[in-house]
Every structure is written in structure tokens, then in C-alpha cells.
């Protein structure tokens, strides 16, 4: 993390994001296996100040907020435009490169675009498709409305992405790596549906949500939408169309709610399900 004005020294570093390496600049701070703080000791009382008012700052977002797309309003309001939060230079459309200022911005459109599409607290969404930036602004806004997400990568078993669709009895909106995925859907459909994506709770998926284009037109995005008998967002697109949501608009959203569903990979059977708090 840079600025323009300033460098982060190595201890700040440290003392600010922990170090598991035996050459750790400072130790880090006592924590359970779930990753939450213990009691400061005697040891710890000596960490808790540093000498820059920055690193004091982000240590004390970093324990006391209470969801994780909220952090992003937290860090917005210390770090602004001044320091990058986010570099995706090989995994979207389009190269994605956000500050802080930025990330909060597009969180915020992302969860006025899923609250559009009946995302509310206690809704499951389904994410299938792989890593990049746009998945992390796609699993927020979910999150910020009060959403959780269940979430596969795009090369798993199409079996597989039809369970979890069914099992997490996930909206009848559903979030895909992009148009590839959906014609490997459509291909190997079983017959419930042309993306053969339902579940007893919502019935047929209705709308789909891509996270990347793979080269399609938006022509032949439609047409495969019209195809597949869905509505289909280009999530770059509807970000860029749709107004951030204000933040007193959003519900509370603690560390007891439910954020996401992470499915194992059922090599051995149906996959299972595991359960993830904040």
C-alpha cells in the first residue's frame, strides 16, 4: 500500500496486517483459531500504539468492524483517493485499478443493483466463476444488502453448479463467470430449465448476472439471453448505469449474520456445505 506522500515501514506493516514469517518485523498480536483478538496482554499493550496516527487508524477498523463489505465505507473515509485498494490487471474485461474512494463507490453500486433485483437480508445469491475484482464487488454488494453468497468456480462439474444453485436455495438471480458459462449450462442442460438452474424455494433462475463478457458482443449477449429465456446484466455495464446506493439505505449487517456458503468439491459425493460467519 502507497501514497503519493507517503511509505508504510515494514514494523507498520507488521504491527497493521501481522506476519507469519519467523523474521516478523514485530510479533503479531493473540488471536483464536477463528482469527478473533484475545485480551491484550502486557506484550500486546506495547503494540497497540505506533508512531504513525495512519497505522493506529487501520488497526482499529480492522478489529472493530462488523461485516466485510462495511470496511470498505471505514478505509474510504481515512484513505480516500490517496492509496490503491484494489489492482486487477488479468482477470476482467478491463483492467480495474480502485482506491479506496473508488472500491466504496462501486460496493455501493453493486448493492443498489442487487437490492433492483430483490436481493434483501436473508436472500442467498449464487456466485459461480472464479476470482477477479468484479467477484469481489459482486460478493459486497450481495453482502451489503444482507445477502450471503454461495459461491463454485466456473470449472466445476456443471452437476455440481446445479446442486449448489439448488441446495442454497440461492435467488432466482445467479451470478456467472460470463457467456461461456452460460452456453456450457445451456449445452448440458437436464431439462428443469435452459440453464437448468432451479431450486423448490424460487423455481427457475430469471435473471443472470455476468461478471465478464469473454469477447461477446452486446448482441450476442442478448441473443444468448433470448436463447436461455433470462434476462442477462452485464454486471461492468450496470455498474456504470446504476447509482450508488446511500449508505442509510443499507441494512445493519453484524458478525453473527450469515455471509457465505463455500461448498466443498464433492469429488466424493454431493458437495458439503460449510457455513461462514464474518
Known sequence: MTSSNEKLSASEEALLFGDTGKQAAVPRR???????????SNVDMELEHSSNPLVNKLRTIRETVTSCPSMWSSLADVLGDDYRAVLDEHHCDEKIDLTFKGMEEQVLRSAALFKSLGVSKGTNV?????????????????????????VRGADAPVDELRYIYKHSDSKNVVVLQGPKLMQKLMKDSNGDSSLGLRNDKYGDVETVVLMHRNKFSDEDIAKLGESAGVEVI??????????????????????????TIVYTSGTTGKPKVRIQLL
Open 234 to 259: 452485464l454486471f461492468s455495464n450496470a455498474l456504470k448505469s446504476t447509482e450508488p446506493i446511500r449508505k442509510n439505505d443499507l441494512p445493519v449487517v453484524g458478525r453473527e449474520d450469515l455471509s
Open 30 to 40: 493473540r488471536s483464536t483459531k477463528y482469527g478473533n483478538i484475545l485480551p491484550s
Open 126 to 150: 449464487a456466485i459461480l466463476g472464479e476470482n477477479s475484482a468484479l467477484w469481489l464487488i459482486a460478493d459486497h454488494g450481495i453482502q451489503s444488502v444482507g445477502g450471503a453468497s454461495a
